[in-house]
């Protein structure tokens, strides 16, 4: 088999065109914490590089175990609230607080806002060994700030296909150990990571919610010319480049993750009467946020009073579509820093 039709050879282009882009890179899981699911170099060397008076405070207060300290007190909000909340939120430690994420700005007014947004550490660890129960490892997690956000498993379609990265989820990367039933605290959801991609040459599945066999996938590819899949893609020889190229730009990634992902609860109603709350974690889908952001770019530079179209087919998730441009035209501010739309309205049928 041709070497550039191996899975290794893929997993380091992927890799290496992150490292050439403003990501952190580390080729094997050295550093990596398995019982917390963090990387927490990275973590530490944040809040050292942004927040050092708070943490002065922290230090001083902890009694010579900050460090332990922290990590403590994060991983019981994570458990508590989920990895989404500890990115969007201050997290209170002894006499500080901290900020574990610097999501850009809807202006540029604050120079120091701006600063510390390029010091978030983004980084990709291949072949992370994820439990503690054995030796099991997932291709690729990636990282902000020490904390993991998505994973990825890869595989080549000359010998495999997206499926057969699906059926590792669902089979082998189970979100409480099969033998020992404990929790994997990378798979575990809300907790862990945010979304899990299976990753073909050709195309790209996600889910936010790992379930062993009952895993529910959904496609996050193109399109090709009114088909599904994804059109060839000629400059950079994978289907599927657009991942790496356009979502996990460093950019786009963290406005993803700032302005898109979404913690959504209902109450849902249970035979004997009562209800419980339902939590599912809405992650965009590539024509959701492809239509949003190409829309909030326009209204950027081209001001209001336009008119554009949009067609979604049904269930493709139009609500959410909608929600995520509201918001974000709300806030929106032009290249003189000024507000594009002082209201929104939104008129549904």
């Known amino acids: ?58 230090e001083a207060s902890s009694k010579g175990h900050a460090e332990s300290a922290f990590l403590d007190r994060l991983l019981k909000l994570m458990e508590e609230r989920g990895t989404l909340w500890v990115l969007r939120n201050p997290v209170k430690a002894v006499a500080a607080k901290f900020d574990l994420c610097q999501f850009k700005p809807s202006h540029g007014l604050n120079p120091e806002t701006l600063t510390k947004y390029a010091q978030n550490r983004l980084r990709v660890m291949r072949q992370v060994h994820y439990t503690t129960s054995n030796q099991n490892s997932i291709d690729l997690v990636f990282f902000v700030n020490g904390i993991p956000v998505a ?33 994997e605290p990378l798979l575990t959801f809300k907790r862990g990571a945010l979304v899990h991609f299976a990753v073909s040459t050709d195309e790209v599945y996600m889910t936010t919610r790992l379930l062993g066999k009952n895993s529910f996938f959904l496609p996050f590819n193109l399109g090709n010319d009114g088909a599904k899949g994804n059109p060839p893609d000629l400059e950079h020889g994978y289907r599927t480049a657009y991942l790496w190229h356009r979502i996990l730009q460093r950019d786009a990634w963290l406005d993803i993750l700032g302005r898109f992902v979404h913690l959504a609860q209902k109450d849902e109603d249970l035979p004997d009467g009562t209800t419980k709350k339902k939590e599912s974690l809405i992650f965009p889908r590539y024509h959701q946020w492809n239509a949003v952001t190409r829309l909030v770019a326009a209204a950027r530079s081209e ?14 998730g139009k609500t959410n579509s909608i929600s995520w441009l509201a918001h974000q035209l709300a806030s929106l501010h032009d290249a003189a820093e000024q507000r594009v739309f002082h209201s929104v309205l939104v008129v549904t049928d």
């Not at 403003?22 to 942004?50: H, N």
């Not at 001001?303 to 067609?311: E, F, R, V």
């Open 1 to 58: 088999m041709p070497e550039t039709h191996t899975e290794v050879v893929f997993e380091n282009e992927l890799c290496e065109h992150l490292a050439a882009h403003g990501w952190l890179y580390s080729p094997d899981d050295t550093g990596y914490d398995r019982e917390r699911a963090l990387f927490p170099e990275d973590l530490f060397a944040w809040l050292a590089e942004t927040q050092s008076a708070e943490w002065a405070k922290h």
């Open 303 to 316: 001001g209001s009073g336009h008119n554009y179209l949009i067609q979604h087919s049904a269930g493709s």
């Open 151 to 183: 994973t990825a498993e890869l595989k080549t379609d000359f010998t495999q296909s997206v499926d057969d990265a699906k059926k590792q989820y669902m089979f082998d990367r189970l979100p409480k150990d099969a033998k020992t039933k404990i929790p």
